[in-house]
T-cell receptor, first 111, second 115 residues
Framework: QKEVEQDPGPLSVPEGAIVSLNCTYSNSAFQYFMWYRQYSRKGPELLMYTYSSGNKEDGRFTAQVDKSSKYISLFIRDSQPSDSATYLCAMSGGGADGLTFGKGTHLIIQP | DAGITQSPRYKITETGRQVTLMCHQTWSHSYMFWYRQDLGHGLRLIYYSAAADITDKGEVPDGYVVSRSKTENFPLTLESATRSQTSVYFC??????????????FGPGTRLTVL
């Protein structure tokens, strides 16, 4: 079993819809949780960053972490065609040992 | 330009050849990382470095060599390229200290094809 599971999609929704993206993980040592957005043929860019459990909101984006269930979510409100990209969850126990990524979910927002 | 850059952006080579991918960052970040991205596998860590002259293996280090003589550079060498090393390679860097350790910033990637 991979340490981080993420549905690869594609997930296709109409413009304006609320999008829910999720990851589950198995390593209890993970404390830092991130969502990266990656456009085609580009490097991943950090979208949201959360430490431990709880919610974090930034504009149209909300990240949720439930450590008891080992489950993290990213919600996108009022989705736009420009949100079409691959969304990667990533997590770490801390320090210099790099991030463990999910495989990414390919999101398509239909105009 | 400020930030993190990779070169070359595209590379085609043949099996058995040595290839070096370059990574340069201008933020003076202590930590640097190399990942490869493949369909069906996502991003996997190859090697990382906590500071100049300090490197360590990640999840998939076999067939790769790294060095870090200067803080700003972190080259990745494929000593004898194989077809299985055809991939997109991303370099990343992050600050030293506190929660910001884990906020990694990625370069644009190098698309490598081994024939």
């Amino acid at each position: 079993q991979k340490e981080v599971e993420q549905d690869p999609g594609p997930l296709s929704v109409p413009e304006g819809a609320i999008v829910s993206l999720n990851c589950t993980y198995s390593n209890s040592a993970f404390q830092y949780f991130m969502w990266y957005r990656q456009y085609s043929r580009k490097g991943p860019e950090l979208l949201m960053y959360t430490y431990s459990s709880g919610n974090k909101e930034d504009g149209r984006f909300t990240a949720q972490v439930d450590k008891s269930s080992k489950y993290i979510s990213l919600f996108i409100r009022d989705s736009q065609p420009s949100d079409s990209a691959t969304y990667l969850c990533a997590m770490s126990g801390g320090g210099a040992d790099g991030l463990t990524f999910g495989k990414g979910t390919h999101l398509i927002i239909q105009p | 330009d400020a930030g993190i850059t990779q070169s070359p952006r595209y590379k085609i080579t043949e099996t058995g050849r040595q290839v070096t991918l370059m990574c340069h960052q201008t933020w003076s970040h202590s930590y640097m990382f190399w990942y490869r991205q493949d369909l069906g596998h996502g991003l996997r860590l190859i090697y990382y470095s906590a500071a100049a002259d300090i490197t360590d293996k990640g999840e998939v280090p076999d067939g790769y060599v790294v060095s870090r003589s200067k803080t700003e550079n972190f080259p990745l060498t494929l000593e004898s390229a194989t077809r299985s090393q055809t991939s997109v390679y991303f370099c990343a860097s992050s600050f030293l200290g506190g929660l910001a350790d884990n906020e990694q910033f990625f370069g644009p990637g190098t698309r490598l094809t081994v024939l």
